[in-house]
């Protein structure tokens, strides 16, 4: 593992980590990555290149060449997701997308091989990791372990006004339904199950308004991370 500086968010879908990580990573003009999104480029690379999403072989190969890039517009926005120079960040987002990529998740060799993949992320000046197991399996050396929570009928409520914004017609019974499902099986597999490290501070924004989390994250990471530029440290405050 490098000496670079590694902060990592995990927690479960719907709890605002995107937002906010690549609001720090855009302000702190740090390298970023959404580890999700590895797992969704993956499925559509399957899908193109016709391999099932439970043929591992296949699924490895594809994963030692995968080109994904994460590029930041500004501190409001998601990052847009590149693949092989493509931006995709539409595609990956789409629910049938999301669910080829959780039966690819849980395979042990796939795992294996995007955890050299996400590692590559690491470089200088920093990394703001985005996950669901970070802090616990990818960089256990980070330098500040954030675990974001919140209640499941406040992140069905979030999700199903982002996917109502984006013109996606879905039902909020089922979505709560889908959301306790995938927290089930996130933090009951065996493989890098979902749960805060040991030393993770947890955050819980159920009823906390981004910019308040945005504002109390920035603080943990002036208090936590030594050596910060002094405009980092403005930009965060």
Known sequence: MSNVTVITIDGPSGT????ICCHLAYLMKWN?????ALYRVLAIA???NQIGNEDELELIELTNNLDVEFKMRNPESMADVLFNGKIVTDEIR??????AASVIAPIAGVRKALLTRQRAFCKEPGLIADGRDMGTVV???????IFLTASIDERAKRRFKQLKEGGISVNLRRLHREIEERDERDSGRKLSPLKPADDAIIVDTTDINVEDVIGKISKLVIDKIPNLSKRVVDYLR
């Open 46 to 48: 399957a899908k193109k």
């Open 32 to 36: 970023f990555l959404d580890s999700g």
């Open 139 to 145: 960089f256990p050396n980070a330098e500040l372990k």
């Open 16 to 19: 605002g980590k995107g937002t």
């Open 94 to 99: 789409t629910e049938a997308c999301g669910k």
